[in-house]
């Protein structure tokens, strides 16, 4: 049974340049939720995605957005990139909405330049 | 806003019991109480989680204190492998599931 799958593993950008980051649910999840972790700090959530539709969404501005896709499946984009942007992206999995344990991905290491 | 709070580091020797306390005296009735760990390198991994009994595990115990104002996750015997950084949260039930992470507990353990 696959569990939560991320791509790529790492990423370099330069200041202002575009990512998008994709992430595979665990077999059976339909919920989506994304967080950032900068060095040495916990993870803060981005936003999460349940059927299709963002369900609820952290502290974070515009220049950050999702799709979640039929098969569950969802990306992260990221606009405009700041140094600060750089941090591991992690993507995690559950089922009903959220209310069940969360399963995480081995993240997205992001270096932008 | 509710919130949890960490030691930021503890040290034990392997072999020996772990105590990992968290403070979230903030928490309401229906928020859950969970455990997560993250090796280096590695995404965040679930290791327990309870609302208001204790609760035991293949890998720890979750001590939940009477007024769920706090809770210690136990490892009952570590080894250098229970290393990582070890995250106290809180699943918010009245704001669709919402997760608030501590700044997590940095366990060491020496030979």
């Known amino acids: 049974d696959a569990g939560v799958t991320q791509s790529p593993t790492h990423l370099i950008k330069t200041r202002g340049q575009q990512v998008t980051l994709r992430c595979s649910p665990k077999s059976g999840h339909d919920t989506v939720s994304w967080y950032q972790q900068a060095l040495g700090q916990g993870p803060q959530f981005i936003f999460q995605y349940y059927e299709e539709e963002e369900r609820q969404r952290g502290n974070f501005p515009d220049r950050f957005s999702g799709h979640q896709f039929p098969n569950y499946s969802s990306e992260l984009n990221v606009n405009a990139l700041l140094l600060g942007d750089s941090a591991l992206y992690l993507c995690?999995?559950?089922?009903?909405?959220?209310?069940?344990?969360?399963?995480f991905g081995p993240g997205t290491r992001l270096l932008v330049l | 806003d509710a919130k949890t709070t960490q030691p930021n580091s503890m040290e034990s020797n392997e072999e020996e019991p772990v105590h990992l306390p968290c403070n979230h005296s903030t928490i309401s009735g229906t928020d859950y109480i969970h455990w997560y760990r993250q090796l280096p390198s590695q995404g965040p991994e679930y290791v327990i989680h309870?609302?208001?009994?204790?609760v035991n595990n293949r890998m720890a115990s979750l001590a939940i204190a009477e007024d769920r104002k706090s809770s210690t996750l136990i490892l009952h015997r570590a080894t250098l492998r229970d290393a990582a950084v070890y995250y106290c949260?809180?699943?918010?039930?009245?704001?669709?599931?919402?997760?608030?992470w501590g700044a997590g507990t940095k366990l060491i353990i020496k030979p």
């Open positions: 995690a999995s559950n089922r009903g909405g959220g209310k069940e344990t969360q399963y």
């Open positions: 309870g609302l208001t009994s204790n």
């Open positions: 949260i809180l699943i918010l039930m009245d704001s669709n599931y919402q997760l608030i």
